[in-house]
């Protein structure tokens, strides 16, 4: 079930997104997400607006978080990842908004090809301040489909 973020599910997302972060982007030094966790507890998790998907033997194993129509965050618990959990989340988003956008790095493959697979289309490319790496910017738009 996907239903509002809670202030107990707090460390549970810290815990999903920095395992997925350092998982999904070993070309990014690890310390890098480990210092980057205090930002996202105070500052990119209460500036947006987060769901999470929730088991109820499992308890949160996925979220998205959406500053307005651009996804800040989409992650899911890596041994939960293809089960389709992204995918829900996803869709739970593009029926609350007609156009979404993101930027995923682009050694990042995989995510790339899911977006892709739900409809987003690349728009361009710029090279993300923090780390230096290259960034791919997508949108979807229900116009597209």
Known sequence: ???????????????????????????????????????????????????????????????????????????????WQGKGIGKQLMDFAKQRHPILELGVYSKNSDSIIFYKKQGFKVIEKRVDEHTGEEETVMVYSNNFN
Request: with cysteine.
């Open 1 to 79: 079930m996907i239903r509002s973020f809670e202030n107990k599910d707090l460390d549970c997302i810290i815990s999903i997104w920095l395992k997925a972060s350092i998982l999904a982007h070993d070309f990014v030094e690890q310390n890098y997400w480990i210092k980057k966790s205090e930002d996202m507890r105070k500052i990119y998790l209460p500036s947006s607006h987060t769901f999470v998907f929730f088991d109820q033997e499992k308890g949160v194993i996925g979220f998205i978080s959406l500053v307005k129509n651009y996804i800040a965050a989409l992650f899911v618990s890596p041994e």
